[in-house]
């Protein structure tokens, strides 16, 4: 499976488990079938940061992106947990500490410091997933082989699971996905509509909604 299927199915499955937060009261069934989209999109965060050619314009973009959403989920809903994009701009951030500390040891008291510093952030600022979720993209980051880096993500994924809510262990059929990945970017790339599509899903939803 390419990069673009991958993103697909991860889009559906958020939309599936949005819908069923918004629209119908929590629907166990709904939210269960999007438990796989949050693991997936980790291990694509992972991936962007490792091709991308520009990593600053990639946090940047990012940050930007679910600071907007954040704004926006605050005047519908004040009181909301920081949105997933803000968990991975965090990721990212410490992606690029770890990155550094690879070719320059001075970069490891940086990286070690940034964990510190999410951590406590995390534990009083309700950001989607925890500490856990963002350290889940790190894990692949350790390795270069793909068996090796999905095995890292396992372990990764595993200890969220266990350090969250029950369901979320349905999140771990997503590595069956993720072990058909062929690595390869897909014949429709469409970078920016995964960029857009998060929002736009979340606007529409909340419209209906309110509509009715």
């Not at 991860?10 to 949050?38: K, N, P, Q, S, Y």
């Not at 262990?169 to 920016?192: D, E, Q, R, T």
Request: charged share 15%; glycine share 8%; net charge positive.
């Amino acid at each position: 499976m390419s990069t673009f299927i991958l993103k697909i199915i991860a889009a559906i499955a958020m939309t599936i488990d949005h819908a069923g937060l918004l629209l119908f009261g929590d629907e166990t069934w709904m939210r269960a079938v999007g438990r796989l989209a949050f693991p997936l999109f980790a291990y694509f965060i992972a991936e962007g940061f490792r091709y991308t050619r520009n990593r600053r314009r990639y946090f940047f973009g990012i940050l930007a992106l679910g600071t907007f959403c954040q704004i926006v989920c605050e005047i519908f809903s004040p009181g909301e947990v920081w949105n997933v994009l803000l968990t991975f701009s965090l990721s990212i951030a410490l992606l690029y500490l770890l990155d550094r500390s690879k070719e320059d040891a001075r970069f490891l008291a940086a990286f070690g410091g940034g964990l510190i510093l999410v951590f406590f952030f995390t534990k009083y600022i309700p950001v989607d997933y925890g500490f856990f979720g963002v350290l889940l993209p790190l894990f692949p980051a350790l390795f270069e082989k793909k068996w090796a880096r999905l095995g890292a993500f396992a372990i990764g994924l595993a200890v969220l699971c266990a350090d969250s809510h029950p369901l979320q262990w349905i999140s771990l059929s997503s590595l069956v996905l993720l072990a058909l990945y062929n690595g390869k970017p897909g014949k429709y790339k469409l970078k920016y509509f995964f960029y857009i599509f998060y929002p736009l899903h979340l606007a529409v939803l909340w419209g209906i909604r309110y509509l009715i």
